[in-house]
Every structure is written in C-alpha cells, then in structure tokens.
Nanobody, 122 residues
Framework: QVQLVESGGGLVQPGGSMRLTCAYS????????MGWYRQGPGKERELVAR??????????SALGRFTISRDIAEDGTKSTVILEMRNLKPEDTALYYC?????????????WGQGTQVTVSS
C-alpha cells in the first residue's frame, strides 16, 4: 500500500513563500518519479514539478520560482518530496497534489495524496 501524506499549504500574500511536503513511507524500491500537480478553480490538473533520480522538471509557470527536492531517510524507509515556492502569485492558487509513480512490482500504477490547498491572496 502506497500512502502519500502531504503537509503545508494555507493562505499567503502575493510575493510570499510557502513550503509543501509529501512523505512516503514504505518500500522505496516501489516508487520512482515523485512530483507535485495542481488544480486551480475551473482548470484541469497540471504538472508543477517532478523529480526522477535527482533530475527535475518544472512547468513554465514554476520555473525560476519553485524548487523541488527529494530526501531519503538514512534507514531507507521514508522518502520526502519538498516543493519550495517563492514569489507566489494569485494564479498559483490551487489544490496541490503529491504524485508518485510505481516501479518494479508497482510498475504502471500511479498514486496521489489527498491534496493541500494553497491560496495566494492579499
């Protein structure tokens, strides 16, 4: 069972910063790419940023303002994906979802967190 637990989110003023964290506990050999997606009001879900074995990819809107990173616990039982967001804009307001793609025994499967709301407003 793959469970993604998100934290962070909330209300921030334009130009502010926010940090989102997604924690996965379990067999790390079952999870490959991890990332963040978002869905704004009346919009489709879109990729924000993802990381695969240290290689990162960002959407055009996130590039230069957001940074994604991944930490793995020393005992190899927990992986955390962090999204650092800076210079936030009202158009960044959305429900942000953590995503993980399965590999090996979980190849072809995709997993999602419950979502965390980010609201950028003065």
């Amino acid at each position: 069972q793959v469970q993604l637990v998100e934290s962070g989110g909330g209300l921030v003023q334009p130009g502010g910063s926010m940090r989102l964290t997604c924690a996965y506990s379990g067999r790390l050999s079952y999870i490959g790419t991890m990332g963040w997606y978002r869905q704004g009001p009346g919009k489709e879900r879109e990729l924000v940023a993802r990381i695969t074995e240290g290689i990162t990819r960002y959407s055009d809107s996130a590039l230069g303002r957001f940074t994604i990173s991944r930490d793995i616990a020393e005992d190899g039982t927990k992986s955390t994906v962090i999204l650092e967001m800076r210079n936030l804009k009202p158009e960044d307001t959305a429900l942000y979802y953590c995503n993980a793609q399965g590999i090996n025994l979980l190849r072809g499967r995709e997993f999602w967190g419950q979502g965390t709301q980010v609201t950028v407003s003065s």
